[in-house]
């Protein structure tokens, strides 16, 4: 849901055949992607992580190392006024700056197919008898409120997550109230420094907190109902079965020409 934030859409849905066509290829790609960086590994990245362990306290000192994470944002970000990394300001927002000006009036999550998603993944955590913490960031209100985005609708996304998650018996941190806190994103809606050390605190509480024998059964209303096509879709997706048929059968007679 939150790339609709993030980019320059709304992205809406998309057709299900060519969206899954899609995935198969992206999905080989990043096979073969992991299979050729498995057998050239570029060296260790040991050396810069026993670096940088110096600049940390002994022992965990959560308002030392948000201190450090402050001053790492502060170097980083700049002076752009979301407060995000350099890079992706200069890269990704200031080409296209003047398009996202107040281009999400209208965007609400207050529904979506997505919760629906969200509860066959706890489910699945439910089988397998996890202990599970879900962690829902915050969004840079500089940004939100640059893109028009209502705060209400926005609240009400982060109250309906809430409710779904507790209601399943799992345990669930809502990071909202930092939205307006300083380098607790690297982008619009990706952790980076200061919200990385809330997470590691709260990590560090989850994991004293006893682990739960068992999960309450999964609520009806929670499971996707799928509702009848529109008589235009069904129209636009018989259409788009034909010309790919036609294509096929094209393709088959260019074959069977050259072969005579």
């Not at 992607?33 to 590994?41: M, W």
């Amino acid at each position: 849901m939150l790339e609709n934030i993030a980019t320059i859409g709304p992205n809406k849905p998309h057709d299900p055949f060519l969206t899954q066509q899609a995935g198969k290829i992206q999905y080989k790609i990043l096979t073969r992607k992991d299979e050729l960086q498995s057998k050239f590994v570029l060296g260790s990245k040991q050396e810069k992580i026993d670096k940088n362990l110096k600049k940390l306290p002994e022992q965990p000192d959560f308002t030392k190392l948000d201190e450090l994470a402050k001053e790492t944002g502060e170097k980083q970000a700049g002076n752009n006024v979301f407060r995000v990394k350099d890079r992706y300001f200069n890269k990704k927002i200031k080409p296209i700056e003047g398009t996202l000006k107040d281009s999400r009036k209208n965007l609400s999550y207050a529904e979506s197919p997505e919760y629906d998603d969200l509860q066959l993944v706890m489910d699945a955590f439910k089988k397998a008898g996890a202990d599970v913490l879900f962690v829902n960031p915050p969004i840079n209100h500089e940004w939100t409120n640059f893109i028009g985005m209502n705060q209400s609708e926005l609240h009400k996304y982060y109250e309906k997550t809430e409710a779904q998650v507790k209601r399943n018996g799992f345990k669930y941190l809502s990071l909202e109230e930092y939205s307006d806190s300083p380098y607790f994103l690297e982008d619009p809606i990706h952790l980076s420094w200061r919200g990385w050390v809330q997470i590691d605190k709260a990590l560090t509480h989850f994991m004293k907190e006893p682990v739960p024998t068992s999960y309450p059964k999964t609520d009806h209303k929670y499971y996707f109902k799928k509702e009848p096509l529109q008589k235009k879709l069904k129209q636009e997706l018989k259409r788009k079965k034909i010309n790919l048929q036609k294509k096929a059968a094209e393709s088959t007679y260019r074959l069977l020409f050259y072969a005579y």
